[in-house]
């Protein structure tokens, strides 16, 4: 059974929704560059349009119903099982934390706690400050910076992800891992 991705309607990337879009592609593209740097699968990563309903699947970590654009990493748990993949606790950090790193890859450098960690990436923080209080870490920030400096290294496959992401709203590992292998550098 093949796969049809979606393809975004041009107005889909103007004005406030298309600033939101941007945001939300650049977040989620920052989710996915550590998965890929570290060779663990995923399902697909998605960017949909704020007026999901309630039975929208995997997106019950929804916060703010007033988002114009939300984004999901859907990671693949059979594939992880059979794999034998595993994440260390520090990768699982900084990948919680890559959204919104991915968010400021264009800054000259990464600002942590300046209000970002709001509203949809409530839950980002949530699981990294979880995971820090299990490894009696004092600080994020680090982690946060080190998030940054994968993403920034990983650029033009950062740039890469956001691009597709933004024409079709829908990729899958293939499509993603695709993206990376041509874009790494």
């Known amino acids: 059974m093949g796969h049809k991705s979606k393809k975004a309607a041009p107005e889909a990337n103007s004005g406030e929704f298309g600033a939101r879009r941007l945001s939300t592609a650049k977040?989620?593209?920052?989710?996915?560059?550590?998965?890929?740097?570290?060779?663990?699968?995923?399902?697909?990563?998605?960017?949909?349009p704020g007026e999901i309903t309630i039975d929208t699947?995997?997106?019950?970590?929804?916060?703010?119903?007033?988002d114009l654009c939300l984004g999901v990493v859907r990671t693949d748990a059979v594939a992880w099982i059979v794999g034998g993949y595993q994440m260390t606790a520090e990768d699982r950090i900084m990948q919680s934390l890559a959204g919104v790193a991915g968010e400021q890859i264009d800054w000259k450098r990464?600002?942590?706690?300046r209000g970002?960690?709001?509203?949809?990436?409530?839950?980002?923080?949530?699981?990294?400050?979880?995971?820090?209080?299990?490894?009696?870490?004092?600080?994020l920030?680090?982690?946060?910076?080190?998030?940054?400096?994968?993403?920034?290294?990983?650029?033009?496959?950062?740039?890469a992800l956001v691009e597709a992401l933004l024409e079709k709203s829908l990729l899958t590992y293939e499509e993603c891992v695709a993206i990376w292998e041509a874009n790494r550098g």
């Open 27 to 48: 977040h989620e593209a920052g989710h996915v560059i550590p998965m890929l740097a570290l060779s663990l699968p995923l399902k697909n990563v998605e960017i949909i």
């Open 57 to 66: 699947p995997n997106m019950g970590f929804v916060l703010d119903r007033g």
């Open 110 to 113: 990464p600002i942590f706690g």
């Open 116 to 139: 970002d960690w709001v509203g949809r990436s409530l839950g980002d923080m949530a699981e990294a400050e979880a995971l820090a209080d299990l490894l009696d870490l004092v600080s």
């Open 141 to 159: 920030k680090p982690l946060f910076d080190g998030a940054w400096k994968l993403l920034r290294r990983y650029r033009k496959a950062h740039a």
